[in-house]
């Protein structure tokens, strides 16, 4: 009974090694401490484009001002510092960036509001588009409107070998 239980642990072991899967990182990925910090001082977090082709976005980073996002500073997320780098000078000195982004917080419950507003809207232009698309509609070919949205954030996508 124990020479079986042991090659069955054995077997085991083996298994859960060879269950390594590698995966490119992210870098955009913001560690999972970092996120339920801000999540438990109620807010939500997001990379903000701050720049394209070496060139500030004044428009982009004016309107994710104005919608109530803060850069985050340095000193909030001591544990990105070795994967980011903090902005010196400038506009948006002490931000805490990746490439041509900055790292952002603003209350979870705006956030949440800002989320539903922007997906209502989306709704509601898939409906105008639709309505119009069916309203010249022809009984000799008719149109019919079977399409699905389907979103996904987060993930890159993986391609097998």
Do not use: H
């Amino acid at each position: 009974m124990t020479r079986e239980l042991n090659s069955r642990t054995a077997n085991t072991r083996e298994n859960e090694k060879r269950k390594l899967v590698f995966e490119e990182p992210n870098w955009l990925d913001i560690p999972e401490t970092v996120r339920q910090r801000f999540s438990n001082s109620g807010n939500a977090l997001r990379w903000i484009r701050i720049s394209i082709k070496n060139e500030e976005d004044y428009q982009n980073i004016g309107k994710r001002l104005a919608e109530g996002w803060e850069l985050v500073q340095a000193d909030e997320v001591p544990e990105m510092m070795a994967s980011s780098v903090v902005r010196e000078g400038g506009r948006y000195s002490g931000a805490v960036c990746r490439g041509d982004l900055a790292l952002a917080k603003m209350p979870a419950e705006l956030a949440e509001s800002r989320q539903r507003f922007y997906e209502n809207r989306s709704r509601e232009m898939v409906q105008a588009v639709n309505s119009q698309l069916l309203s010249n509609s022809d009984s000799r070919m008719p149109i019919s409107v079977n399409s699905k949205t389907n979103v996904s954030r987060g993930k890159s996508p993986s391609f097998q070998d």
